[in-house]
């Protein structure tokens, strides 16, 4: 099978070895993959029982689990690329069991001519786990940071064995003050985007990306967002922003 190519501005495709998730946080009120998976939940679709639309809008069903024909995928990817691990999902989900974090991690060993991007809101449970990883250079390790009520994650990510270790400041609701980016490799911001979406304020963003110019940090600025982020672009101060981890 081939990869999944994204238009995630900062990776070039997708692996979703684990389907499902539940809300965890305010960055999740307006969740994309919620809507996504909701779509797709008809019997025999991808996302069935996982997913569904209630009158208050898409609702994941609380069902998370791994997806085996999909774990070795990467494998038979020839092209070298980078990788974002469970768009639609969190690997370290509580229904995600260690022994299947593990073999996910395995895979992404073993496929080391990829980079592979993890994510997580979950930032507690992969400080717990951390030990019992492997950590190759090739997985690039990052927690999503929405607002200053969860900014303990980045100190838990700090804790952890991985080589790259990065921030996804998306969807940014306010402004982070206090951020502080001692041992972090890269910073990925960006707007709410899709129906309900809340306003970014410029300030906030110019404030980060300052901070990780005197940080020496690569700062990455996906878009501005807005209920079609098509029209709003990703131009800060006249410019795009598309620096990577070295």
Not at 146 to 159: G, K, M, N, P, S
Request: charged share 30%; net charge positive; aromatic share 10%.
């Amino acid at each position: 099978m081939a990869a999944q190519s994204s238009k995630i501005e900062w990776t070039e495709s997708t692996w979703n070895p684990v389907r499902g998730c539940t809300r965890v946080s305010e960055g999740c009120r307006f969740c994309y993959a919620e809507r996504i998976a909701a779509r797709f939940s008809g019997k025999g679709m991808a996302y069935e029982g996982l997913a569904e639309n209630t009158k208050a809008g898409p609702r994941w069903t609380q069902q998370v689990h791994l997806v085996e024909k999909l774990l070795e995928e990467p494998l038979k990817w020839k092209k070298p690329r980078r990788i974002f691990v469970n768009s639609m999902s969190d690997l370290f989900h509580e229904k995600v069991k260690l022994s299947d974090i593990q073999r996910v991690f395995s895979v992404m060993e073993k496929a080391n001519s990829h980079q592979f991007q993890v994510l997580t809101k979950r930032a507690e449970r992969l400080l717990k786990f951390n030990p019992k990883l492997p950590w190759p250079p090739n997985v690039w390790m990052g927690v999503s940071v929405e607002d200053d009520r969860v900014t303990h994650r980045i100190d838990a990510l700090r804790q952890t064995d991985a080589h790259i270790k990065f921030l996804s400041l998306e969807p940014l609701l306010g402004a982070l003050p206090d951020l502080e980016l001692d041992g972090i490799d890269w910073v990925i911001v960006g707007g709410e985007s899709g129906p309900g979406a809340r306003k970014m304020e410029e300030s906030w963003v110019i404030e980060i990306r300052e901070k990780c110019a005197d940080a020496g940090v690569a700062f990455f600025f996906k878009q501005w967002g807005g209920k079609r982020k098509s029209k709003t672009g990703r131009e800060l101060d006249g410019q795009t922003y598309d620096e990577m981890p070295e």
